[in-house]
Nanobody, 125 residues
Framework: QVQLVESGGGLVQAGGSLRLSCAVS????????MGWFRQAPGKEREFVAA????????YYKDSVKGRFTISRDNAKNTVYLQMNSLKPEDTAVYSC??????????????????WGQGTQVTVSS
């Protein structure tokens, strides 16, 4: 079965950095566009970033542009989210997701086919 496993979350001070990883197994990674979403307590899940299968198209939520970088290594079946200049408002559970429509960018969570369990990111002020 398809599995997505996130890692790299943790507690960091404002201004710090974290690198999230999402390892995908049980399927052909190149067949998927990948996205990162986050959900803060009491809030709806929101789109953060997405990347097509060959990284030709990358898209970010406005509030993370210039601070976050999404990338992927198709040889390692892994997608990454490098997060710099973190702010307390970035605190959330971050989840990766896989979209079979590999050439498109989707910001709607409902468009994704598979999801990871999530990893907690906490940014202290």
């Amino acid at each position: 079965q398809v599995q997505l496993v996130e890692s790299g979350g943790g507690l960091v001070q404002a201004g710090g950095s974290l690198r999230l990883s999402c390892a995908v197994s049980g399927t052909i990674f190149n067949n998927y566009a990948m996205g990162w979403f986050r959900q803060a307590p009491g809030k709806e899940r929101e789109f953060v970033a997405a990347i097509t299968w060959n990284a030709n198209i990358i898209y970010y939520k406005d509030s993370v542009k210039g601070r976050f970088t999404i990338s992927r290594d198709n040889a390692k079946n892994t997608v990454y989210l490098q997060m710099n200049s973190l702010k307390p408002e970035d605190t959330a559970v971050y989840s990766c997701a896989a979209d079979r429509a590999r050439i498109r960018i989707e910001v709607r969570a409902g468009a994704y086919d598979y999801w990871g369990q999530g990893t907690q990111v906490t940014v202290s002020s």
